[in-house]
């Protein structure tokens, strides 16, 4: 789930929900406070097979951030700990 806003704040949020158990904590893979207002959001899971047999699993977010016009682009690791930003690019 992706969300501008967490406690009447702006910010850019993106939070991992246990569709079979929704009322579960919730894990955040991104929370960042910021006064920015996004728009035109986009979230794609992406499956990448790999060299002997392996898979990986991945989410990419893309978004424009209102105002300013600039358009971001996250891939984030879903099978890492840590979920680690694997790629991210912005562009005007």
Same mark, same amino acid.
């Given at each position: %789930?992706? =969300? ?6 702006l910010? /850019?949020? @993106? @939070?991992?929900? #246990? %569709?079979?158990?929704?009322e579960?904590?919730?894990? $955040? @893979?991104i ?6 207002d996004?728009?035109? =959001? #986009?979230?794609?899971?992406m499956?990448e ?13 893309s $978004? ?6 600039? $358009?971001?682009? /996250?891939?984030? #690791?879903l099978?890492?700990?840590?979920? @680690?930003?694997? $790629?991210?690019f912005?562009?005007?």
């Amino acid at each position: %789930m992706l =969300c501008n806003k967490k406690k009447h704040k702006l910010g /850019f949020h @993106l @939070l991992k929900v #246990d %569709m079979k158990n929704p009322e579960s904590d919730v894990v $955040y @893979l991104i929370s960042w406070n910021n006064k920015l207002d996004i728009g035109d =959001c #986009d979230m794609q899971l992406m499956k990448e097979n790999k060299k002997h047999g392996l898979v990986e699993h991945s989410i990419v977010v893309s $978004y424009k951030i209102i105002g300013i016009n600039t $358009y971001n682009v /996250f891939v984030i #690791d879903l099978d890492s700990k840590d979920h @680690l930003i694997r $790629y991210w690019f912005e562009s005007y």
